[in-house]
């Protein structure tokens, strides 16, 4: 997906707290300021690949800082949210044990999202809201027709804490016996989910764990490894979690593939290309 002007200030947003998390020295978060606001001058143009320019950002903080993992204190508080909220949720699906409500939930976790966000914001309330909230577009009869005509689904996740909720949706998909390739990142970036992540919340029970041989801001074509590629290239049955992965995702041709988008709209412009309003939760096919 391409940058809208409203990525602009998001971008300055999370470069602040990014540089925040990262060191405590003033003068040189002025310094990768400048060295931000100089980046920005150059690339922030119609057509600019917003993921892109999003991971290149993060990267300048992460070299200049010598952070490799600046959101590792959210990526844990993350985890802690959703285990929290986990025997909650577990409670709902016992009582309706439908794919569409699995499918519910693996979105609701998709709000645990430290990019989208504000390190402010009280994650708590709009969980809670949207539990008593419906899927806004759920092509709910075609995602399970596709749940029975494939063997296998490559599962492309997003954060950590989400993927506590994820593990709920791939146990349902386990049900029609599928096999499940989990795709997270190589590096960190954000608090998306790497590997460590992945082990930690037990996510190889369910199917093989996978690296995309980068560490970008949801997907970037550029940027995958070729083993990702194959990987990638060889599932005909996709689901993409979080918005991220919905702005690279988008911007390659997916006409050979049944691919579902499963997100949260947490922001303006991703909400006005999809169509729909801000915090809207769906599961579509594209």
């Known amino acids: 997906m391409k940058i809208s002007y ?8 999370q470069a602040r707290e990014a540089m925040d998390l990262a060191c405590d020295d003033d003068l040189l978060k002025i310094e990768i300021m400048n060295d931000i606001f100089n980046f920005l001058a150059d690339n922030f143009s119609k057509g600019t690949n917003s993921n892109k320019t999003g991971s290149i950002m993060h990267n300048i903080i992460k070299s200049r800082t010598g952070c490799e993992d600046p959101y590792y204190r959210e990526k844990v508080h993350g985890n802690e949210i959703a285990l929290k909220y986990l025997p909650l949720v577990k409670e709902i699906l016992k009582e309706n044990d439908s794919l569409e409500n699995y499918v519910k939930i693996a979105i609701i976790g998709n709000i645990l999202d430290f990019g989208a966000f504000t390190l402010d914001d009280d994650v708590d309330s709009i969980i809670n809201e949207s539990l008593g909230n419906d899927l806004v577009v759920k092509d709910i009869e075609e995602f399970e027709d596709s749940l029975k005509k494939h063997d296998k689904v ?23 016996g599928l096999d499940i390739t989990i795709a997270v990142k190589s590096e960190p970036i954000l608090n998306d989910a790497c590997m460590e992540d992945a082990l930690e919340a037990g996510l190889d029970e369910f199917g093989e764990i996978v690296e995309i041989g980068a560490g970008t801001v949801g997907y970037v074509d550029s940027e995958i490894s070729d083993e990702f590629r194959e ?14 992965n919905y702005e690279g995702l988008t911007e ?8 579902y988008f499963l997100l949260c709209a947490k922001c303006n412009t991703i909400a006005r290309d999809i169509g729909v309003n801000l915090k809207d939760m769906l599961l579509f096919k594209k």
């Open 231 to 244: 990987i990638f290239n060889s599932h005909k049955f996709i689901i993409s979690k979080g918005m991220g």
């Open 6 to 13: 409203e990525c602009g200030p998001c971008f300055l947003r």
């Open 154 to 176: 490559l599962y492309m996740v997003d954060n950590t804490g989400e993927i506590v909720f994820d593990k709920l949706l791939m146990a349902k998909i386990k049900e029609y």
């Open 252 to 259: 390659i041709d997916l006409s050979s593939k049944d691919i």
